[in-house]
């Protein structure tokens, strides 16, 4: 059974770094979009960021455009999630996903079809 696995969540300071990252167990998603999603208590699941399987194109949501990247390593099957600049509204559980449907960016989380357990980040004001 294919498995994400997120790490590198944890309580900052607002305008502080984190980075999180996300492994999967088996080596399928080289060729499919993966992202990063997350939910605020008391809010639905939103959309982060979202990446192309070669890496080329990226998409953000509005909210963390210009704070956070993601880049991903097909070698490896990881990709991560770097933060700059957090802000206490960026506190939330952080998901990844990986695609077998498309390789093409996508922020609707229909396209993805293994999701992580998910990953803390509190952002202390």
């Known amino acids: 059974q294919v498995r994400l696995v997120e790490s590198g969540g944890g309580l900052v300071q607002t305008g502080d770094y984190l980075r999180l990252s996300c492994k999967a167990s088996?080596?399928?998603?080289?060729?499919?979009?993966m992202a990063w999603f997350r939910q605020a208590p008391g809010k639905e699941r939103e959309f982060v960021a979202s990446?192309?399987?070669?890496?080329?194109?990226?998409i953000y949501a509005h909210s963390v455009k210009g704070r956070f990247h993601i880049f991903r390593d097909n070698a490896e099957s990881t990709v991560d999630l770097q933060m700059y600049n957090l802000k206490p509204e960026d506190t939330a559980i952080y998901y990844c996903?990986?695609?077998?449907?498309?390789?093409?960016?996508?922020?609707?989380?229909?396209?993805?079809?293994?999701w992580g357990q998910g990953t803390q980040v509190t952002v202390s004001s």
């Open positions: 990446i192309s399987w070669s890496g080329g194109d990226t």
């Open positions: 088996e080596r399928i998603f080289a060729n499919y979009a």
């Open positions: 996903a990986g695609s077998t449907n498309t390789g093409t960016a996508a922020t609707s989380g229909e396209f993805f079809t293994y």
